[in-house]
């Protein structure tokens, strides 16, 4: 009984920390933002304001080719860069946003009628 009662009371004292879960594994390059709150560790509130903020600084962006998810080992690197771990710019700076399957046949398209 009583470590069933020292166990209700760790859990209470997590409050906030709910959403570390950091026990799921960190497989994909593309993520949620549910997924990157998770692996974050901050609750989605907290998670969109932070990526509202910082989108503006040069956040990694969804992108509409792979669902609207962000590339999860840019935006490490950006945070690593905030927190000046690496120097800033010094990866290869992802499009604004990765061209569409619809824009690249568009583009084809293009391209060839132009070439006669």
Known sequence: MIEHDEAEHQDRDLGRLRHNL???SDAGLFVSDKELFRRLGVGPTTGRAAVRTLESQGFPRKQPLF???RYWPAVRHFLDGLYGLVKRGTAHDAPE????QVQIRRRRRVDQSGSH
Do not use: M
């Open 22 to 24: 950091t026990e799921q």
């Open 97 to 100: 946003a990765i061209p569409t």
């Open 67 to 69: 669902s609207n998810k």
